[in-house]
Nanobody
């Protein structure tokens, strides 16, 4: 089964930047919808950015204009560039790969998750 390994979290001051990486054990970006979620204690996991088949990106309103999702196909790596960070961005960030095929019976659906990486924005 495909594995996702994240890296790049840490502590940064408000206004700073971080880049998160998610490396897949094999190439999947054209077959899966890739996403970055984040979660703070006591809250539901929130989708912040997604990339469909490596080209169509979407962002939550809270990060639009500050975060950018992209892939490095040669390295099987999904990245999330986070700029102008605020304390409200503090969370554990998770990489997700979602596969769905409703043309078969029964329909197939699969979610893969990275281990999570802590991002803390604080002065």
């Amino acid at each position: 089964q495909v594995q996702l390994v994240e890296s790049g979290g840490g502590l940064v001051q408000p206004g700073g930047s971080l880049r998160l990486s998610c490396t897949a054990s094999e190439y999947i970006f054209m077959f899966y919808t890739m996403g970055w979620f984040r979660q703070i204690p006591g809250k539901q996991r929130e989708l912040v950015a997604s990339l469909v088949r490596g080209s169509n990106s979407n962002y939550s309103d809270s990060v639009k204009g500050r975060f950018a999702i992209s892939t490095d196909n040669a390295k099987n790596t999904l990245t999330l560039q986070m700029n102008n960070l605020t304390p409200e961005d503090t969370a554990v960030y998770y990489c997700n790969a979602h596969y769905s095929d409703k043309s078969v019976t029964p329909p197939q659906e699969l979610d893969l998750w990275g281990q999570g990486t802590q991002v803390t924005v604080s002065s």
